[in-house]
């Protein structure tokens, strides 16, 4: 029986879904985050479960060809990334495997060819959006991250995975906050102002907005905080003021008050330009984002006689990359207002042969498959949750030829090609892709053809 504060050796042979390692005492499973396959290492134990315990590393007895040094002085702490004490080799290989074992066992697929995960060249400085609260600790101001699973603030002066401007921003707010003596907000007494500080940076345009959330309408020494930004940070496009009175761990308010220049800024995913407001849904990655939906127009293999379907369509960023290809695009998402930017983002990249439609994929398709609307591919890029089995259903009905899935969950992914196995779908291959480096995030497109239908 394994022992809570107890010290072992262990062999590690495993990785877990978050990138901790998993060994065996005696046949019962252990996670010890920080470890890597193949090593030995000496841990105690410090959580004992049913059926699993968790250990806290203490010496590495064999070390892992992958294991890196961390980059990040904080990086024990802060919770963001998951996987910098391993090679980014390490990493890709890491990802790849996981998907392969998750189709394996949870599918119950064998024949699907999962290739190796696409990386970036720089796999640091890659995110340009960040979000941070700003809190006091000890009667010390802090702007960071919170620490994992808690909202203790760690503090932050540089984080390796965000565009260098962020930590810019940080500096000069702790700067013009401690000046002015200016109270950031605290949740449990629900006091004081200033809540996070958001800095976006549009990669192809170089163009930033800084946006500073508030408790309060009122923002002392704004004038202030706008030249501070004006004449430190390059591309400075924009700076705003969110106002959200709420006592919540929602981030952004529904009132944004421009400051200093324009409500938006803009930048591009391929060819396609977007506006990007602060509520405004865009991926952190584009780079990788391009990839993976240029592999997603691979997978869907269009002539330019196609109907498209769309499901889960966000702000239209796949809808558009389909357009190029297909005859007609139809986008269906629940929110509305991402529906309005699908819509404004056809209009500005002109693109005429594309449709937005508001509402639940698993209801408007079936609607739009009764009035005669047909496709002959139908791309799928849902939540983490992965796809309700009624769309499954309501799609394997319609016959499309081919299904391209975009997840964001190998888990959920793998689930919902056992199903579409069941209605007839065959999954082809599987190509992850690394939009989230130094984490365990993994995406992922599928590319699913219409197979006999099993009796």
Known sequence: MVEKNKDYVIDISGMGYEGEGVGKIENFTVFVQGALIGEKVKVKIVKVAKNYAYGKLLDIIETSKHRAEPVCSIYKNCGGCQLQHMSYEGQLGFKTQRVKEVIARIAKLNDVAVHNTLGMEQPYRYRNKVQLPVGKVNGELRIGFYAPRSHDIIGMDTCHIQDEVADKVVGLTKEWMLKHNLEPYNELEDKGNIRHIMIRRGFKTSEVMVVVVTRDEKLPYSDEFVSLMQSNIEGLKSVIQNVNPKKTNVILGDKNKVLWGEAIITDYIGKFRFNISPLSFFQVNPAQTEVLYSKALEYADLTGEE??????????????????????????????????????????NDVDNVE??????????????????????????????????????????????????????????????????????????????????????????ARIEKATIKN
């Open 307 to 348: 109907t498209v379907f769309d499901a889960y369509c966000g702000t239209g960023t796949i809808s558009l990359f389909l357009s190029q290809k297909a005859k007609k695009v139809y986008g269906v998402e629940i929110v509305p207002q991402a529906i309005e930017d699908a819509k404004k983002n056809a209009l500005q």
């Open 356 to 445: 937005f439609l508001v509402g639940q994929s698993e209801k408007v398709i079936p609607e739009l498959i009764d009035k005669g609307v047909k496709a002959d591919v139908v791309v799928v890029d849902p939540p983490r949750k992965g796809c309700e089995k009624s769309l499954l259903e309501a799609i394997s009905k319609m016959a499309p030829k081919r299904i391209v899935y975009v997840s964001c969950d190998p888990a959920t992914l793998a689930r919902d090609l056992g199903i579409l196995e069941e209605l007839g779908y065959r999954a082809v291959e599987v190509q992850p892709v690394d939009n989230f480096p130094q984490t365990a995030h993994i995406e992922c497109v």
